[in-house]
């Protein structure tokens, strides 16, 4: 039989009605001849209340325990799926992480799945069951214990299952109908994209376009899952959403398919650093140790012995980044004279596979900003993405602009 894996994120699963709209995708899947693999979230809005309730009762908790009662939302959905199948007359049941079994690391609220045996559902499989229901998110530890894999971890679960039960594809049902070339709230110039590759997404996603979680993209890409993303809100048929898939599959790539943002970054100097072997090591080590995700890094060139570094990094990670950084000179690990936080910028980027083989995507970058007025603060590169800083305040126009210049606007 082939297979596919479906997954319904929290607003698809709100209320009963719902699972009963996701119920009927699914039911439409097993009469086109598929064995379904359903991976279901929490009701949107469950996860956040546990994790209140968590915080509410012991500030520092118990990370088994958390997980004990975080994971529970997917439970309640996964039962509800199943049962409403039942009630379709499709031979469906649930499973939770720790009966499939599978199995993740220790690592509580943040755990890493090792590894999922197929056996259990295989037999319910060849026993005529149509439909497994797996509640997201969730898995056992080696110690016994029930893991959850991070928030937006339901994405991860279910692109688990389509590497380990080689599905003809895994089909994300959320409240969008696709990835866009950019935030459609910015401008409605935005297209949804019918393909894009997963190198592609993995820049988009990590950019803070929230469609998929990070990991889950990695993984697809590691495993070649194709991965598609669409409404559960409409009727779909073969060609509805968008494809994430290997660039293979992508005749014609783009030199830039999206513009991302990130709005709430910040921009941090060590002013007159001494300049010597080690110094760079000496500051990213201790940023590194107090938890800051440092993005871009630029060093300016030195003169007579001392030079500016500067970083950027989430706004709400500054002052952990101050701290960390004054310590490290109190320490004399490194020795510097002054620290600039510059607290309202933001990071736009354009992303492609395209850059690869086409040149003056850059420039064509640079000069549209020129042309708004725009200052660039910082830029960084990687072979598929450009992304610069900029004053916050200028940040949608940057991406109106951008998305005009790289041509990204509706077609029809
Ligand atoms: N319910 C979990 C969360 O809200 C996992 C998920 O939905 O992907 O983070
Ligand atoms: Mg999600």
Not at 83 to 104: F, Y
Not at 222 to 237: A, G, H, I
Not at 293 to 315: A, K, L
């Amino acid at each position: 039989m082939p297979l596919l894996v479906m997954k319904f994120g929290g607003t698809s699963v709100a209320d009963l009605d719902r699972i009963k709209n996701a119920a009927e995708k699914v039911k439409r899947e097993v009469e086109r001849g598929y064995d379904v693999i359903v991976i279901v979230s929490a009701m949107s809005g469950k996860t956040n209340e546990l994790v209140n309730w968590v915080e509410t009762t012991s500030p520092l908790y118990d990370a088994r325990e958390y997980d004990a009662v975080v994971s529970s939302g997917e439970n309640i959905t996964a039962g509800l799926m199943a049962l409403t199948l039942q009630e379709m007359d499709v031979p469906a049941r649930s499973w939770q992480g720790w009966q499939v079994p599978l199995k993740t690391t220790s690592a509580h609220a943040a755990a890493r799945i090792e590894e999922i045996p197929r056996d259990n559902i295989d037999a319910k499989f060849a026993e005529g069951m149509k439909v497994a229901v797996v509640a997201g998110f969730q898995g056992i530890s080696p110690e016994g214990r029930i893991t959850t894999l991070g928030r937006g971890g339901s994405d991860t679960t279910a692109v688990a299952f389509a590497a380990a039960f080689d599905a003809e594809r895994c089909d994300i049902y959320t409240d969008v109908d696709g990835v866009y070339t950019t935030d459609p709230r910015i401008t409605d110039k935005a297209r949804k994209l019918d393909k894009i590759a997963f190198e592609e997404m993995l820049e988009l996603a990590s950019l803070g376009a929230k469609v998929l979680q990070t990991r889950s993209v990695e993984l697809a890409m590691r495993f070649n899952v194709r991965l598609r993303v669409l409404s559960s809100f409409e009727d779909n048929d073969e060609t509805s959403g968008t494809l994430v898939c290997s660039e293979e599959e992508i005749m014609e790539s783009n030199v830039v398919s999206g513009v991302a943002y990130s709005r709430d970054e910040a921009k941090m100097t060590l002013i007159s650093v001494a300049d010597r072997p080690g110094v760079a090591a000496a500051i990213f080590g201790p940023l590194a140790e107090a938890g800051v995700n440092v993005d871009m890094i630029v060093q300016d060139i030195s003169e007579e012995g001392r030079t500016n570094i500067t970083f950027s990094c989430p706004v709400n990670q500054v002052a952990r980044a101050e701290q960390a950084v004054l310590k490290a000179k109190d320490d004399g690990e490194i020795n510097f004279h002054g620290l600039v936080a510059d607290k309202d910028v933001a990071k736009v980027s354009v992303v492609g596979i395209g850059m690869r083989s086409h040149t003056g995507v850059a420039a064509k970058m640079f000069e549209s900003l020129s042309a708004e007025g725009v200052n660039i603060k910082v830029i960084s590169t990687s072979e598929i993405k450009i992304s610069v800083l900029i004053d916050r305040k200028y940040m949608e126009l940057a991406v109106q602009a951008l998305h005009d210049a790289f041509g990204l606007e509706k077609t029809a």
